[in-house]
């Protein structure tokens, strides 16, 4: 019984091995922006009020951004599927998913680019005034918000 056991018990190891190493690695911008989303977080303890705030906005950003990916990924899902014989209606459908994939992708890119710069002039930030990033943090905000409101077929 106690090798039924021992064999059990390995099968569980092998396989949860298994299932660990399949999974397929995150894309590297979103390592990327886990990473900067990681260091503004670390840091927003030892800054002022005011710029904790601003700090606490570019996590929401963060937040956002996440959620723009999610679209993305369902983008991804819908554009990775065969394509139907459905004519010029079916590759005009196609066209305009893969334009709001790519405009999606650009909002995304420049948003992670934003957070790990933001990182950084936290990191080289001394004095009163705030760290010049933050300064395109609300207007990238506003257009991310529209952008994720705005219906994907327009």
Sequence with gaps: MLVLGEVLLLLAVLALTVWVLSTPAPP??????????????RQQPRLGRALRGMVGSA????????????EMSELERHLAAPQTAGGSAGSTARERLQERYRQLGRTYEEGVELLE????ELL???GPETPK???E??????SLRELLSRPADG
Aim: glycine fraction near 10%; aromatic fraction near 8%.
């Design 124 to 126: 080289l930030w001394q």
């Design 133 to 135: 990033g933050f300064a």
């Design 137 to 142: 943090l609300e207007a990238l905000r506003s």
């Design 28 to 41: 590297p911008q979103d390592e990327r922006l886990e990473r900067a989303l990681a260091g503004l977080r």
């Design 117 to 120: 710069s933001l990182e950084a």
């Design 59 to 70: 996590l929401r950003y963060g937040r956002e951004l996440r959620g723009l990916r999610r």
